[in-house]
Each structure stands twice: as C-alpha cells, then as structure tokens.
C-alpha cells in the first residue's frame, strides 16, 4: 500500500503561513483523489482540500481564497500552502486518499501539528 508521510507543520503567528508537504512513497497522482484533514482538539476530522488526478481542486469554504494544495509528479509530493492563517487553523493536519464521498480510504498517519498563536 501507498505510505503517506506529512510534515511541514509548526507554531506562526495568526497572519501566518506555512506549507505542508505530504510525500508519497509512489506516484498515485494519476489513480488517486488526494486531500489534506485536520482535526481540532474537540472537534470532527474535517476535509479541508483535495485534488484530482486531472487536477480539480476543491475547498472546504474555511479556508477558500487561504489555503492551495498543489502537487509533483517528479517527487511524488502533495502540498497544502496555508496563508493568512487564523487561530481556527489550528489542528493536526493529514493527508490522505479521498473518497467520492469525501471519507478517507487509507490508514491515517501521525500528521503535522500546525499552531497559530499570538
């Protein structure tokens, strides 16, 4: 099975950025629906971006006109670049394989923290 590796992720100031990287141990870029998650303390694991294999991108409308998730090929790489970031921004981040209903299909891995704090 595919291994999905995240990393990226840290403590910025809320007006921030960060970029995410989530390396892949093999080029699924063509079969697969990709996506980024996070999971707040307390809260729902949400699905917050995702891409296609033809290169449809949606969002999840927190993070619309903030967040872009992009790909590549060449080093088997999905990133999630994280502008403007808000103190709601604040979870762990995963990323993983999409399903049509928008639900992972692989297992979930350690994630990166990402802390927006003054």
């Known amino acids: 099975q595919v291994q999905l590796v995240e990393s990226g992720g840290g403590l910025v100031q809320p007006g921030g950025s960060l970029r995410l990287s989530c390396a892949a141990s093999?080029?699924?870029?063509?079969?697969?629906?990709l996506g980024w998650y996070r999971q707040a303390l307390g809260k729902q694991r949400e699905l917050v971006a995702h891409i296609t294999s033809a290169g449809s991108i949606n969002y999840a409308d927190s993070v619309k006109g903030r967040f872009t998730i992009s790909r590549d090929s060449a080093k088997n790489t999905v990133y999630l670049q994280m502008n403007s970031l808000k103190p709601e921004d604040t979870a762990v981040y995963y990323c993983?394989?999409?399903?049509?209903?928008?639900?992972?299909?692989?297992?979930w891995g350690q994630g990166t923290q990402v802390t927006v704090s003054s």
């Open positions: 093999e080029n699924i870029f063509s079969i697969t629906v």
């Open positions: 993983n394989a999409v399903s049509i209903w928008g639900t992972p299909l692989g297992s």
